[in-house]
């Protein structure tokens, strides 16, 4: 059994700021636990704008707190995201988060992220992978 807090990976490995400026994000639980899934606090700062695609990876994301405006490029739609609110990225979507408000979430990879990914410039993850420790 894993347990783990938010304040406990402040300023830690798991604690990821991105080159861009625009997000941070806590990662709880990485590709190293070889659950089959990464989970994440992610905060992106109110006045920015982040497009990314997950080419590799699928993201479910619940917002917790703040506003942004996310839109699909595959189908031009954009949606109103605030606290309570689930997108799932199941096709791989190309997508822009607009935040309005400082916008923090909880999100989930598949497969899991090792905690060392950064966004391309096409707002890509790189699929990388943990070595073999015989080790949980």
């Not at 590799?56 to 506003?67: D, F, I, K, L, N």
């Amino acid at each position: 059994m894993i347990v783990r807090t938010f304040d406990e990976l402040e300023n830690t490995e798991r604690h990821v700021r991105a080159a861009s400026g625009t997000w941070e994000s806590k990662r709880i639980v990485l590709a190293r636990e070889r659950v089959g899934f990464s989970l994440h606090e992610t905060v992106l700062y109110a006045g920015t704008e982040t497009s990314m695609w997950y080419a590799h990876h699928v993201e479910a994301v619940v917002c917790t707190a703040g506003e942004a405006e996310l839109t699909d490029h595959e189908t031009g739609r954009t949606y109103t995201i605030l606290p309570g609110t689930m997108y799932l990225l199941d096709g791989h979507e190309r997508h822009t988060l607009r935040v309005k408000r400082d916008f923090r979430c909880l999100c989930v990879f598949n497969p899991p992220v090792t905690g060392r990914e950064d966004h391309d410039e096409n707002g890509v993850y790189p699929l990388l992978t943990e070595p073999e420790t015989g080790q949980a």
